[in-house]
């Protein structure tokens, strides 16, 4: 995957309530993601990396009032191993499997709990495509209210929603109601969806729909084709007495079209703050479409299908969604791109899913709403840095679905991070630059935090405007913690000075983060933000500033996560007595340079030749500078050294 994305770069170089949107903003995604049960690592067994799945045909039997499932599913895979003499998938062990045909040959099978072993008559090759016919049922019941997640079923609830079956399959869910490879990096090509259900229900899932047909008298089949790959999480059914609530937006600066489908209750009236959600979602597809590049999926659609359901889950092409509002809307659908079209490459990078779609969320009503309604997201994003508990963005523990989808690093860190690396960049064509090679070149794949890292400093190189990229991304994806900063100020005539006392939340993770941040100066007649490099633990920086200070702020964007300790004024913060200071000139005499050491924030250099004239000057905010002497002739030189009106000389000599 690194070599694939430094190649292919370097050759083609609606706003619902606060109030309402805050109460779901940490279920957006993983309502019920909390079954450590079946939490795991990677695929049941590494004999399921034996063969590559590519195409998946459901032909299944559902309806809303049980989650009770029948039917088949067909697999066409590949062997990539040397070979294949045993076929292995998962599938819950609530279903009763009826008979297994590999190629159309009967095969026999043992269990061990829900993984399932194949006997293949004989061997196959590597590079042999085959087919694996597995027919199945239930009859069990999961409650709605039971946590669990694969296929779910829920009675009329307060009249917030109508009887539904619908699947949610992340992390390690979907071998709860069809049999597969829960492997991440294995996307499937295609899937053929076919439901059928009462003829008074409607069954949305990924894809295009390509036929209703009616197949038995009070019955009819729904016929989905998803064409794009997919992960096998992403593969959804919802099945429900639905209408068909759908429009087409047009992409600006084209001619083309997108399907909005959302399947909305029969029995239930959207409400205004709802339908205006819907109604401006192609909106916010067009947006994202102008950051990230078009709609991933557009020749097929965008759409909804209302569950009963906390949050949301981004099943490719059609969203489940239990609330319209307009940030869990913009959330699922950033999915799209950070999540559906690109995928996590182990749920250790889980953030490159939810990171993003959290930040694209902020981005979206940032855009439509304004930079003041929106604040309160970076407020958010920022709630980590009160906590000290020793945690990264990254997921070093996959076992826990609790701990993958930890809302505070995985969602509002990663979304924090994210938006410091913008601001980093300093640069939105750049950032939104890195961002469409991302979707671009790693179209129908996965991508992890490292190869976002690369991607990065392809465009920025090593270091960008005083980061180190690698450093960056090591301390604030992989490291914990934060800085903590203690702010001192003083003014003294048309002198400001302002000292950043860093600590860290965590020091035995991270000592220091060097970071750019800004610092705002207000006063009743007028403010002032200059942003500065903060690249010591103690660092003074002295301003200009003409105006009588009332106060400073420390990052008043949010563009930096931090916690602020305390802000408060400082005396000491004065004019330097340079000649009481320790500063040193040494060696003197030289014979190639001479190194200035101790000196006060904001101090001119300026050296001169005997006479007067100038030989070199500099504005410097270092403790130690050094001043070459290779270009002198042999002889004696003159120093002078100023800050804020103080002044010391040293008299310098070339041999």
């Known amino acids: 995957?690194?070599?694939?994305?430094?190649?292919?770069?370097?050759?083609?170089?609606?706003?619902?309530?606060?109030?309402?949107?805050?109460?779901?903003?940490?279920?957006?995604?993983?309502?019920?993601?909390?079954?450590?049960?079946?939490?795991?690592?990677?695929?049941?067994?590494?004999?399921?990396?034996?063969?590559?799945?590519?195409?998946?045909?459901?032909?299944?039997?559902?309806?809303?009032?049980?989650?009770?499932?029948?039917?088949?599913?067909?697999?066409?895979?590949?062997?990539?191993?040397?070979?294949?003499?045993?076929?292995?998938?998962?599938?819950d062990t609530a279903y009763t499997i009826d008979s297994i045909y590999i190629n159309g040959t009967t095969a026999t099978w043992t269990d061990t709990g829900s993984l399932h072993l194949v006997n293949l008559v004989s061997a196959l090759p590597m590079g042999a495509t085959f087919t694996a016919h597995i027919f199945y049922?239930?009859?069990?019941?999961?409650?709605?209210?039971?946590?669990?997640?694969?296929?779910?079923c829920n009675p009329t609830f307060y009249n917030l929603f109508q009887p539904t079956t619908f699947t949610i399959s992340e992390a390690y869910h979907a071998c709860k109601w069809w049999p597969c490879k829960q492997s991440l990096r294995d996307k499937i090509d295609s899937v053929d969806m076919w439901v059928t259900v009462p003829d008074s229900l409607m069954a949305g899932s990924n894809g295009k729909l390509l036929a209703t047909i009616s197949v038995a008298p009070g019955y009819k089949r729904y016929e989905w084709k998803e064409r794009y790959p997919i992960d096998y999480y992403l593969i959804s059914i919802a099945v429900a007495n639905y209408v068909d609530y759908s429009y087409y937006m047009h992409f600006t600066g084209s001619t083309d079209s997108l399907l909005i489908q959302n399947f909305v209750y029969a029995n239930m009236p959207i409400d205004t703050v709802e339908r205006?959600?819907?109604?401006?979602?192609?909106?916010?597809?067009?947006?994202?479409?102008?950051l990230f590049g078009r709609y991933p999926f557009w020749k097929e659609k965008y759409g909804h299908c209302r569950v009963p359901y906390g949050g949301g889950m981004e099943n490719q092409t059609m969203t489940s969604l239990g609330y319209f509002f307009s940030e869990i809307a913009s959330h699922e659908l950033a999915h799209q791109w950070f999540g559906d079209n690109v995928t996590c490459s182990t749920w250790g990078d889980i953030t490159m899913n939810e990171g993003f779609a959290s930040y694209c969320a902020f981005l979206a009503d940032r855009h439509f709403y304004g930079h003041d309604a929106t604040?309160?997201?970076?407020?958010?994003?920022?709630?980590?840095?009160?906590?000290?508990?020793?945690?990264?963005?990254y997921r070093s523990?996959?076992?826990?679905?609790?701990?993958?989808?930890?809302?505070?690093?995985?969602?509002?860190?990663?979304?924090?991070?994210?938006?410091?690396?913008?601001?980093?960049?300093?640069?939105?064509?750049?950032?939104?630059?890195?961002?469409?090679?991302?979707?671009?070149?790693?179209?129908?794949?996965?991508?992890?935090?490292?190869?976002?890292?690369?991607?990065?400093e392809i465009y920025t190189g090593s270091t960008v405007n005083g980061i180190n990229v690698d450093t960056f991304f090591n301390q604030w994806f992989y490291e914990q913690g934060c800085p903590r900063y203690n702010v001192r100020w003083y003014q003294s005539g048309a002198d400001v000075w302002v000292k950043l006392i860093q600590s860290t939340s965590v020091p035995a993770s991270v000592a220091f983060f060097r970071t750019p941040i800004e610092i705002k100066l207000k006063s009743a007649t007028g403010d002032t933000v200059i942003k500065v490099l903060n690249d010591q633990l103690n660092q003074v920086f002295h301003f200009n500033w003409d105006r009588t200070t009332d106060t400073v702020l420390l990052d008043p964007e949010k563009w930096v996560a931090y916690r602020l300790l305390?802000?408060?004024?400082?005396?000491?913060?004065?004019?330097?007595?340079?000649?009481?200071?320790?500063?040193?000139?040494?060696?003197?005499?030289?014979?190639?340079?001479?190194?200035?050491?101790?000196?006060?924030?904001?101090?001119?250099?300026?050296?001169?030749?005997?006479?007067?004239?100038?030989?070199?000057?500099?504005?410097?905010?270092?403790?130690?500078?050094?001043?070459?002497?290779?270009?002198?002739?042999?002889?004696?030189?003159?120093?002078?050294?100023?800050?804020?009106?103080?002044?010391?000389?040293?008299?310098?000599?070339?041999?």
């Open 276 to 290: 205006n959600a819907i109604d401006s979602i192609g909106l916010v597809v067009d947006y994202f479409s102008t």
């Open 375 to 393: 604040m309160y997201y970076l407020t958010n994003f920022h709630y980590f840095v009160n906590t000290t508990i020793p945690e990264s963005v």
């Open 1 to 91: 995957m690194k070599n694939l994305i430094r190649l292919v770069i370097a050759a083609t170089l609606l706003f619902a309530s606060q109030h309402l949107c805050a109460q779901y903003s940490h279920q957006i995604c993983k309502d019920a993601a909390g079954d450590d049960v079946a939490g795991k690592t990677t695929v049941a067994s590494p004999l399921e990396d034996a063969y590559d799945v590519h195409h998946v045909k459901f032909n299944l039997k559902v309806t809303n009032t049980t989650n009770a499932i029948s039917g088949d599913v067909t697999t066409t895979a590949s062997v990539v191993a040397s070979s294949l003499g045993v076929y292995a998938f998962e599938l």
């Open 137 to 152: 049922r239930n009859l069990h019941t999961f409650s709605f209210f039971s946590g669990n997640v694969g296929i779910r």
């Open 566 to 655: 305390a802000v408060g004024k400082d005396s000491t913060l004065t004019v330097p007595d340079l000649s009481a200071l320790t500063i040193t000139v040494s060696p003197n005499p030289t014979t190639n340079k001479w190194t200035v050491n101790n000196l006060p924030i904001g101090s001119d250099l300026m050296l001169t030749d005997i006479n007067g004239k100038v030989l070199w000057k500099r504005h410097t905010e270092e403790e130690n500078v050094n001043i070459s002497a290779n270009q002198y002739p042999t002889g004696v030189y003159i120093l002078n050294i100023t800050n804020c009106g103080s002044r010391i000389v040293f008299r310098l000599s070339k041999f």
């Open 397 to 456: 523990d996959t076992s826990s679905e609790t701990v993958i989808f930890n809302s505070t690093m995985v969602y509002d860190k990663g979304a924090a991070v994210i938006h410091m690396l913008r601001y980093i960049l300093d640069d939105d064509a750049t950032f939104f630059s890195i961002l469409r090679s991302y979707q671009s070149v790693l179209a129908g794949r996965n991508a992890s935090i490292d190869d976002l890292r690369q991607l990065t």
